[in-house]
């Protein structure tokens, strides 16, 4: 069976929808399947397959491994996560009130996963969608002055890990070891220092835009409008501000010459998302799988019991996509 015989739905403002019925076990179905799911992902850059019995991790697992492998295990963290198996996660343990900006998993980092695959064991009473946004719509809809500098310059990200604030270094890196992590960091381009209480604070600088390895479409990836001070909720960002200063925010994000990036291109940036943003409210069962270089995502408010697991799968390395500019 080809993809263009699957039963997709295209909806304007959602995400292309596979109903499957009849499915007996869902590892079974979707190695069947696999390269036409692969198909209409590259085709779509997302996919929602609806009807699968997904109802466990150990199931999940199995789907993912067989779509994505290698998974890629979770490195510099910005929010908790619970590890079900190796490689299979919780969804970022982030406030239900609060959003989760638009933006590409682990574009901070060297490599990074080529395809995000999500799956709902419980859906929210209400909320909580993970949308998605064509990345390439996004470039080509933002000010050409902008893009040409954040061409020019890249981006950069500023974190301090530390027991108080954030995610502590032991649990981003996966060691307490100071030397493990200053490798770490060394091996993947990133500027580090210790302070006197056990913290770290990192330096990076990434690409903002780069070219997806399959298709060659220049895309606009990164976290610029989410690990960003602007979108912290405002008593929380006042209260980290008095307590730490602007520069012990846990996450901040720059252009990459290191000058702030003001309150107004973020909100731009968050603008143009939603004018791009395709959503679908989850159901239990549901898969989902993202191209996560053509497309950004997000997780939006929510209220109820939430249950999405998560695989960072086919990594891909940022020198493969034609950077334009040098990591530090």
């Given at each position: 069976m080809s993809a263009s015989e699957l039963d997709v739905q295209l909806t304007e403002g959602k995400p292309a929808i596979l109903h499957v019925d009849g499915a007996a076990e869902a590892a079974t179905w979707v190695a069947e399947h696999r390269d036409q799911l692969r198909s209409l992902v590259d085709q779509h850059g997302a996919l929602l397959v609806r009807g699968l019995p997904l109802a466990d991790a150990a199931g999940f697992g199995r789907v993912a491994r067989d779509l994505a492998a290698p998974l890629l295990p979770e490195r510099e963290a910005f929010a908790r996560r619970w590890t079900y198996e190796d490689g299979i996660y919780s969804s970022s343990k982030w406030p239900p009130n609060q959003p989760m900006c638009m933006h590409h998993e682990l574009s901070y980092t060297l490599e990074f996963p080529g395809l995000m695959v999500f799956s709902c064991l419980g859906a929210p009473t209400s909320g909580g969608v993970t949308g998605v946004a064509d990345a390439a719509a996004v470039l080509e809809a933002l000010p050409a002055d902008l893009v040409e500098r954040f061409e020019r310059e890249g981006w950069q990200l500023v974190r301090n890990y530390n027991e108080m604030v954030g995610v502590p270094w032991q649990e981003a890196f996966?060691?307490?070891?100071?030397?493990?992590?200053?490798?770490?960091?060394?091996?993947?381009?990133?500027?580090?220092?210790?302070?006197?209480?056990?913290?770290?604070?990192?330096?990076?600088?990434?690409?903002?835009?780069?070219?997806?390895?399959?298709?060659?479409?220049?895309?606009?990836?990164?976290?610029?409008?989410?690990?960003?001070?602007?979108?912290?909720?405002?008593?929380?960002r006042d209260y980290l501000l008095m307590e730490f200063g602007p520069d012990g925010l846990p996450f901040n994000s720059r252009y990459g010459s290191g000058a702030p990036i003001g309150e107004d291109v973020v909100a731009l940036l968050n603008k143009v998302y939603e004018e791009h943003t395709r959503r679908e409210p989850w159901q239990a069962g549901d898969l989902m799988l993202v191209d996560n270089i053509a497309q950004a995502h997000s997780r939006e408010p929510y209220e109820g019991a939430r249950e999405v697991l998560v695989a960072m799968g086919d990594p891909v390395r940022l020198a493969d996509c034609s950077p334009t500019v040098s990591s530090f």
């Amino acid at each position: 069976m080809s993809a263009s015989e699957l039963d997709v739905q295209l909806t304007e403002g959602k995400p292309a929808i596979l109903h499957v019925d009849g499915a007996a076990e869902a590892a079974t179905w979707v190695a069947e399947h696999r390269d036409q799911l692969r198909s209409l992902v590259d085709q779509h850059g997302a996919l929602l397959v609806r009807g699968l019995p997904l109802a466990d991790a150990a199931g999940f697992g199995r789907v993912a491994r067989d779509l994505a492998a290698p998974l890629l295990p979770e490195r510099e963290a910005f929010a908790r996560r619970w590890t079900y198996e190796d490689g299979i996660y919780s969804s970022s343990k982030w406030p239900p009130n609060q959003p989760m900006c638009m933006h590409h998993e682990l574009s901070y980092t060297l490599e990074f996963p080529g395809l995000m695959v999500f799956s709902c064991l419980g859906a929210p009473t209400s909320g909580g969608v993970t949308g998605v946004a064509d990345a390439a719509a996004v470039l080509e809809a933002l000010p050409a002055d902008l893009v040409e500098r954040f061409e020019r310059e890249g981006w950069q990200l500023v974190r301090n890990y530390n027991e108080m604030v954030g995610v502590p270094w032991q649990e981003a890196f996966g060691t307490e070891d100071r030397a493990e992590v200053e490798r770490y960091c060394r091996d993947n381009s990133i500027e580090f220092e210790w302070d006197g209480v056990d913290g770290l604070r990192t330096k990076q600088r990434r690409s903002a835009i780069i070219s997806h390895p399959g298709s060659g479409a220049r895309v606009w990836f990164n976290q610029v409008a989410f690990l960003n001070e602007w979108t912290i909720d405002p008593e929380v960002r006042d209260y980290l501000l008095m307590e730490f200063g602007p520069d012990g925010l846990p996450f901040n994000s720059r252009y990459g010459s290191g000058a702030p990036i003001g309150e107004d291109v973020v909100a731009l940036l968050n603008k143009v998302y939603e004018e791009h943003t395709r959503r679908e409210p989850w159901q239990a069962g549901d898969l989902m799988l993202v191209d996560n270089i053509a497309q950004a995502h997000s997780r939006e408010p929510y209220e109820g019991a939430r249950e999405v697991l998560v695989a960072m799968g086919d990594p891909v390395r940022l020198a493969d996509c034609s950077p334009t500019v040098s990591s530090f």
